[in-house]
Each structure stands twice: as C-alpha cells, then as structure tokens.
C-alpha cells in the first residue's frame, strides 16, 4: 500500500482544500488586495447637489448734499410738498413769474390727494422729488416700513410722471440715516438732498422772520421751506428781491449740483 493511501491520506487531502479554497477565492477578489470579496448592496441614489443660500449685497448708501461747492451764484429754494393746492400753486407761480425754479419734494399722501400736483409741479418749469408717502419719522422706522415710505412716494411720482423724481429727502429729519441711505439708493435714488439754511416756516413765524432766516443763504445753499404755509407766500416776494440784490439765481437742485 502506498503511504498516502488509506485514512491517514484522505484527511491530509481535506485539511489542504480548506487552505487552498479561501486563498483562490480572495485571489478572485475585484480589488485584488487579499480581502474576501464583499456582496454588492442595492444601489444607493447620489447626494443632492448643494447650492450655497443666494446672497444679496446691500445697496450702497445713496450719497447725500446739503450745500454746492461749484461756486456759482446760486441757491436751491426747496419745498416741502403738503398742504392747500391753491396756496401751493400761488407759492409756485410767483416762482415761475419772477423766473426762479425750485424744487419741490412731494409728500406721497399729498399726491394722492390732488392728482394734478405732479403736473402742476412740472409744468411751472420746477422740478419734483420724494419726501416719503405720509411723512413719519423715518429714521426711527423699520427698514421694511421705511422701504414702503420710499417706494411708494416714488411709485405715485412715476404714475404721474414718468419718473422717479430727481432726490429723496427724509421726512421729519435734516439728514437720512445710513440705513435710509442705503434703501434710497435702492429705490433709485443716488443722492439724498438735505440743507443748510432752514427757514422754519413751518413754525408760522411771520414773513418778515421767514426772510431774515432765508437771508443766511449763501452762493450754493440749499435753503428749506414749505408750501401749505400762508406766511411763506407773503414772505416770498421779499426773499426773491434779497437774494436778486446779492446777486443769488434760485435753481433747481439739480441746476445747483449739475
């Protein structure tokens, strides 16, 4: 008999093909790394492509003037737009007769309340701009209450004109915060227009107090005053002859700062 025949043979044989069958199955393996070959899963779906939150820069401030350094002769007489449309058109026609032009920033309520004052406005050859819709305070509003202010003054100035207007001026405020700044400037609106010389009229002083307060006028002053006031049509007249003696032209803001 030869010596691997017999019992003793047949279990060297079955102990040498446990050995041997693991090593062929993990050198069939994909990866070929000597790891046993792992079952494929159920295909999984890719992930969902991130888009990054859409970011939206905030407008830059609009820039705001008070005064013009071009050192012409020339100052802006500047209105408030409120109050009787037959005071206001007196106030604007004695402008047009003497030749001066203003500009006129028009409260959107009162707009409203006379359809005509767009026109009225332009067609007396001055210029119209935005004072907010109903006059609050805007620099202590919300920026979404005041975004409402600024935009839908400009949007009833538009229906009427065409137009957004020429500037906007904060209401019951001399300057315009940054923050009004910047939603101006969004509204379309590059440049707020304060002042320099008040000639509180609004305080009904009388017209020979509101002409010794438009008299602090100097070449590139923007002066304000307000149309629904009795005593700014009786002052007028005199605030023209004083500016005509120094020698003054009332234009336009734009004319001013062109």
């Given amino acids: ?48 492509a991130t888009t990054a939150p859409a970011t939206t820069s905030p407008a830059r401030p609009a820039g705001e003037v008070a005064r013009a350094t071009s050192g012409r002769p020339e100052v802006a007489l500047t209105f408030h737009g409120a109050g009787d449309l037959g005071l206001a058109r007196q106030v604007l026609g004695t402008l047009h007769d003497r030749g001066a032009a203003a500009t006129v920033l028009a409260v959107g309520t009162w707009l409203q309340q006379y359809p005509d004052a767009a026109r009225m406005v332009t067609d007396l050859g001055h210029e119209l701009g935005n004072h907010t819709w109903s006059h609050r305070d805007i620099d202590g509003m919300a920026d979404a209450a005041a975004r409402v202010e600024i935009e839908r003054c400009r949007d009833v100035i538009a229906a009427s004109t065409g137009g957004p207007g020429a500037f906007f001026r904060p209401s019951q405020a001399q300057h315009a915060t940054p923050a009004v700044r910047a939603l101006a400037a969004a ?32 070449a590139g002053s923007v002066v304000s005053m307000h149309l629904g006031h009795p005593g700014t049509l009786a002052a007028l007249p005199g605030v023209l002859d004083d500016l005509a003696a120094r020698g003054l032209a009332p234009v336009t803001a734009t004319g001013l700062f062109g």
Avoid: E, K
């Fill in 1 to 48: 008999m030869r010596q691997d025949d017999g019992p003793a043979a047949s279990r060297r044989a079955v102990l040498r093909a446990a050995v041997v069958l693991p090593l062929a199955a993990a050198c069939s393996s994909p990866s070929g790394s000597g790891a046993p070959a792992v079952p494929a899963g159920p295909p999984t779906s890719a992930a969902p």
């Fill in 187 to 218: 509204a379309g609106y590059p440049t707020v227009l304060s002042y320099d010389v008040d000639s509180r009229d609004f305080t009904d002083p009388g017209p020979a107090a509101i002409r010794r307060n438009v008299a602090a006028a100097t």
